[in-house]
């Protein structure tokens, strides 16, 4: 029996870690029921659970990995939920480990 290899305390999975091998592309679309129309800086895109990936034809898809769902072309500009955090960069200022 192969050994696992070893995990540092307190480590778990992410929740990106679903997206790393592309499954990402057969995630539903967020609804009007999650999402949220925003009038402030508090988007999908400035959110820490966005991200972009290169889909097919190298179209972006845009993905919420806290709801693990894709975001419609725009939403990420105009429309929130209710799991909206900061971004960990404006929250800590850049390189938070070098201080």
């Not at 999908?44 to 898809?61: E, K, M, S, V, Y």
């Amino acid at each position: 029996m192969a050994a696992s290899p070893p995990r540092s305390r307190g480590a778990r999975p992410s929740p990106s870690s679903a997206a790393d091998d592309g499954g990402y592309e057969q995630w539903p679309y967020l609804d009007e029921a999650l999402l949220r129309p925003s009038r402030s800086r508090k988007v999908c895109l400035t959110c820490h659970w966005f991200r972009h990936h290169a889909g097919p034809n190298c179209i972006p898809l845009l993905t919420c990995q806290l709801h693990q769902g894709l975001l419609a072309q725009g939403e990420h500009l105009t429309h929130r939920c209710q799991g909206w955090t900061d971004d960990m960069t404006r929250q800590r200022g850049w390189c938070p480990e070098v201080a």
